[in-house]
């Protein structure tokens, strides 16, 4: 049963919304803070009633109702047993609002976008559970900047706490989101949960022995609460994921936040770190981030790029919050580097930090041909055809010409070892890349022409497509395996093969001039100190 409000305030004799009139008053003249004229008024108003204050940020009333658990009526509009949406109600229109447009995702979406209210001054009828309340909130001065808080009347002290309690609550766990720390501030990112839920172990191409190693030191962390205990020793772990970009790092890390999420009966929350830029430093940022990482424990806290993210400056706070004097109990650390060398010392050998570490180096040729038997199931290949390939495919090039309108790619299984051969030395990435690059042209209709695909493949036309597919098969054959030559016989009926072969060209390519960029990087000369004319410095280039 409903507690009906002790008293309603008297009808104003000089105004209909006396509230809204001191609000308008303080703003429309020099206002230090507008706390000091509202508590005033309010409590004048209604003397019978309790009053709290609290920062919405604190505890989002709205956002509580919206979701809901509870409901928000305009007041003197709607009665207040009939639930609505506050957002979107029309009679909000009594109430001080900015009308905002936010357009949609993206263009090709069939939504035109939608309409939101900004409060600036909302007068509601507030109903949770048994209890009724009288909500204000405001938009007002306070001190130096504007703040919007709540105003929140109900029948006692420990109605009102119940209610801010639950709604803080609410407002502070996770649903379906995760939590990205950026730009010095923390924000619930609903869109990367999504993406996060679309990856899997089973799209990570490992060696089985570290995958079933990774998701083992995962597992027994946050199912070892009591050992740690038993044994006296702080219930967390550091892991660094390290190695070459593009192979596997960013994606086992999806998987374990995917796998995460899932824990029954309490979902595992994880908190990614995108930068340290802040207005108030990077120092205040690490404070920050380690304080949130707590009060979520037992949860996963992700450092991409960890070299780049934990700098000079910044090295020994960090270090501090991660085995200083708080505890850090609950909180598995995974940092993610492209150049281990770059990491401190104390970072990358101090057992108690970062204890575990996992290269994810390019893939071997076994590896190569698991992600490209990957490719075939994400094209939907259709292996009861497998049979009969041999048997078809000298009709293959007539069958890609004559179906030029058929969308489906012939990729059969006997393709993935000639294309893992011939991209030694690619990393994952990069063999993404080849297949996006062959599917786009396919797409385009580029396909089936002998011209070169792209325009960067200008850089690879000196080479000699059937001479270059013979020396990399050449190379491969007695180093890792190779494949059979009589098995390549025919493979040019496949379109995909054709066009996976000249993608390939160009990448590597692309390749060998970033290695010999690189070579001519690091062979630049030392710049001693002392030296005329130069700036003392250990090199040129800070690696």
Known sequence: MR????????????????????????????????????TSALRKEYPNLHLTITPTYSSNLLGFASAGHASALPASTTPSSIPIDFVTCDALSSNLKW????????????????????????????????????????EGAHGLYDEEVSYLLGPSAAANDALLLAAGSYRHALHQEILVFNNGQWSKNHKLWQEVQKSNWDDVILAEKMKKTIKG??????????????????????????????????????????????????????????????????????????????????????FEDLDSLVTDRV??????????????????????????????????????????????DLPDEHERILYCEYWRRKLGADDNNNNNEKNTREGKAKQSDKDDDDPD?????????????????????YIQEAFVASLLAIAADEGASDDIITDEAAMGAKLDSEDYLASRLQYTKGQVGGWDEDEGKGLDGYLLWRVMKKQVRVLREELEDEEMDDVEIHELPTVRAGDEGHQAESSVLDF
Not at 260 to 285: D, K
């Open 217 to 302: 030191e995962m597992e027994k962390f946050f199912g070892s609460e009591e050992r740690y205990k038993r044994l006296k020793v702080p219930w967390k772990r550091g892991i660094i994921y390290y190695g070459p970009p593009g192979n596997g790092k960013t994606i086992s890390i999806k998987a374990m936040m995917h796998t995460l999420s899932l824990y029954s009966p309490n979902p595992i929350p994880s908190l990614y770190v995108r930068s340290l830029t802040s207005f108030y430093g990077p120092e205040y940022s690490i404070q920050s981030i380690f304080r949130q990482a707590r009060s979520q424990a037992p949860c996963l806290l992700v």
């Open 99 to 138: 009308r905002r447009y936010i357009p949609p995702l993206n263009r090709f979406s069939s939504s035109p976008g939608v309409l939101v209210d900004d409060v600036k001054f909302g007068h509601y009828i507030y109903t949770w559970r048994e209890y009724e309340y009288i909500l204000y909130v405001v």
């Open 3 to 38: 507690t009906p409000l002790a008293m309603r305030p008297a009808p104003s004799a000089t105004a209909d919304e006396p509230i809204y009139d001191a609000f308008c008053n303080n703003s429309s003249a020099p206002r230090i803070n507008s706390n000091v004229v509202l």
């Open 409 to 429: 790619i012939e990729f059969p299984h006997l393709l993935c070892k000639p294309i893992a051969s011939i991209t030694r030395d690619f990393s994952f990435a």
């Open 315 to 360: 090295r020994s706070y960090f270090l501090n919050e991660v085995d200083g004097l708080e505890s850090n109990d609950g909180i598995l650390m995974v940092g993610s580097t492209n150049h281990l060398e770059r990491l401190d010392p104390g970072i990358r050998k101090r057992p108690s930090r970062f204890d575990r570490k996992f290269l994810f």
